[in-house]
Nanobody, 119 residues
């Protein structure tokens, strides 16, 4: 079972927008067992870096490059997370990974979705 399934990646022109969705598996996560949901990204040769995350309490954290351009949100059940990205630039090209941390501090990752910003 894949714990997290991402969708919404693809090719977009500079200045464009894209939304990433991620759904947590109901087979792995019981009700109210997720504490934090978020998005990370990685490019070849670089470490995976935080893009944005949100806690069950509603606290949001954004990387400096995401501030003002990206918005993270979740559904009421806290089993889906969304990343709305706008004003995309080529430097945003990366594989984007969905991340969840359970209330027991166990980390889970999705398989990643490619975002390519290019004209």
């Amino acid at each position: 079972q894949v714990p997290l399934v991402e969708s919404g990646g693809g090719l977009v022109q500079p200045g464009g927008s894209l939304r990433l969705d991620c759904a947590a598996s109901g087979h792995i996560f019981s009700k109210n067992s997720i504490d934090t949901l978020g998005w990370y990204r990685q490019t070849p040769g670089k470490e995976r870096e935080l893009v944005a995350d949100i806690t069950r309490g509603g606290s949001r954290a954004y990387a400096s490059f995401a501030e003002g351009r990206f918005t993270i949100s979740v559904n009421d059940a806290m089993n889906k997370v969304f990343l709305q990205m706008s004003s995309l630039v080529p430097e945003d090209t990366a594989v984007y990974y969905c991340h969840a941390q359970s209330i027991w501090a166990v980390d889970y990752w999705g398989q990643g979705t490619q975002v390519t910003v290019s004209s």
